[in-house]
């Protein structure tokens, strides 16, 4: 008689996340230096038609957001990996209580719970 295998229900493992987090850090990183490379090529030749400038001017803002909402989240996402590998991945950094699996499979850099968030 064969032996039944048990299958487990796939469960948010912290390796899992952790591989998810890295993942995702590489990816922001990713957009980062496109981002900063684009800010590079747009400062470089100085366009003498203001409407031009205008235009430039407003890129730059759009650049600017764009990079520092991707440093917010590179920041949220070191965290989470650097909380997980000190042992307190799925605890709130706030109140301390363990937060929510679901909440962490949807939003592996979670680092507060659902009611700290
Ligand atoms: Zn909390």
């Known amino acids: 008689m064969a ?60 650049l600017d957001r764009l990079s520092e909402s991707l440093n917010v989240q590179l920041t949220d996402i070191l965290t989470a990996i650097r909380r997980i590998e000190v042992g307190i991945g799925n605890r709130c950094a706030v109140c301390g209580r363990r937060i929510d699996e679901r909440r962490i499979l949807v939003l592996p850099q979670a680092t507060r719970c659902r009611r700290c968030a």
């Open 3 to 62: 032996s039944e295998t048990m299958l487990k229900a796939p469960r948010p493992t912290q390796p899992m996340r952790l591989a998810r987090l890295i993942a995702m850090k590489e990816e922001v990183q990713d957009r980062l230096s496109r981002v900063e490379a684009d800010r590079r090529r747009q400062a470089k030749p100085p366009e003498s038609d203001a409407q031009e400038r205008a235009i430039e001017f407003e890129n730059d803002e759009v």
